[in-house]
């Protein structure tokens, strides 16, 4: 029994006991000046994606991380507008837009065509690459201005796509449970916008 309590007490010494000093990664350690990189979370990759991968691959995951981004900025404006504004044209013969519910409860008004229509409208424009890298319509700015321009982009886009993830969330659970929050409308904090 002695020696089951004694060998508790040194296990349990043991895990606030300074842990050795390992080698950090290189493939991390070189992504650490990296645009994107900010306080307070540093070069933040709790996945390990970077382990291991060249300079190339990690320009592919901040490709796809900006497309992301636009993507999302564009899923939260466009989930947001009908809220206030409903378009007077048909999204299929005889299916108007002002009949279309929005958010998750349009998944189930959309006919077969729409979401094909959708499908390859989106392959169309990742296969092209039109939320890509634009040489047209860049501002011609200093090095510093379009650096802080390139790092606001990444966070606007990070921004949104947590904003896409809780609009989807807070719809779906008005779906569960409508008027779970006591509210009638998704914006709450504008309530002109309804009037």
Request: net charge negative.
């Amino acid at each position: 029994m002695k020696i089951a309590v004694a060998a508790s007490l040194i296990a349990s010494a043991a895990a606030f006991a300074p842990a050795a000093k390992q080698a950090s990664s290189t493939a991390i350690k070189s992504f650490e000046n990296e645009l994107g990189v900010i306080q307070p979370t540093g070069f933040w990759d709790p996945a390990g994606l970077t382990k291991n991968i060249d300079q190339e691959t990690f320009d592919q995951y901040r490709t796809a991380e900006l497309k992301h981004g636009r993507v999302a900025q564009l899923a939260v404006i466009g989930y947001i507008v009908p809220e206030v504004y409903r378009f007077g044209f048909d999204i299929a013969p005889g299916l108007p837009c002002a009949d279309v519910p929005n958010g998750v409860a349009a998944i189930d008004a959309i006919p077969a065509l729409g979401w094909a229509q959708i499908f390859f409208a989106i392959g169309a424009v990742d296969y092209y690459g039109f939320l890509g890298d634009f040489d047209s319509g860049k501002p011609n700015l200093d090095a510093t201005t379009l650096e802080t321009r390139k790092l606001q982009e990444l966070q606007h886009g990070r921004l949104a796509m947590l904003a896409t993830l809780e609009l989807f969330r807070h719809d779906s659970q008005n779906l569960v449970k409508p008027a779970f929050d006591g509210l009638d409308h998704l914006i709450t904090g504008l309530p002109f916008l309804y009037n």
